[in-house]
């Protein structure tokens, strides 16, 4: 009889098309194994990247692992730097960036799992 693993390696990562330069490999989530209770993915954003103001649907973590990343969350601007992260509630309106000079690696967990259609652009 063979026993069903509890656990699972991810060394396949889906890669998310992009067309602006920023790398997305979802690890876990809709597009790797169907998962649309949370989305697991890491992230690498060029220096000068920028994304348009969003109110997703979901809460997304946010953790810095090396590089800058900056955030518009309702008229404020913050700064996180390797080794911080953030939490932002779902229906937050919130623009992502790296305005700097080197790139932006960071891990992102999306609660439910991120998807096209949960993220409302402006």
């Known amino acids: 009889m063979v026993k069903n693993k509890t656990y699972k390696i991810q060394d396949n990562p889906f890669i998310v098309p992009t067309d602006d330069g920023k790398h997305i490999a979802e690890h876990y989530g809709l597009a790797t194994d169907g998962n649309s209770n949370m989305s697991i993915a890491h992230m690498v954003a060029p220096p000068g990247w920028s994304e348009p103001f969003q109110t997703p649907d979901f809460d997304e973590i946010t953790?810095?692992?090396k590089g800058k990343k900056q955030f518009v969350i309702a008229g404020e601007t913050i700064i996180l730097k390797a080794g911080q992260s953030i939490k932002i509630d779902r229906y937050t309106r919130v623009q992502y960036s790296?305005?700097?000079?080197t790139p932006c690696e960071y891990i992102?967990?999306?609660?439910p799992a991120f998807s096209v259609d949960s993220v409302h652009r402006e």
């Open 63 to 65: 953790l810095i692992v």
């Open 108 to 111: 992102s967990i999306c609660t």
């Open 98 to 101: 790296n305005p700097f000079d």
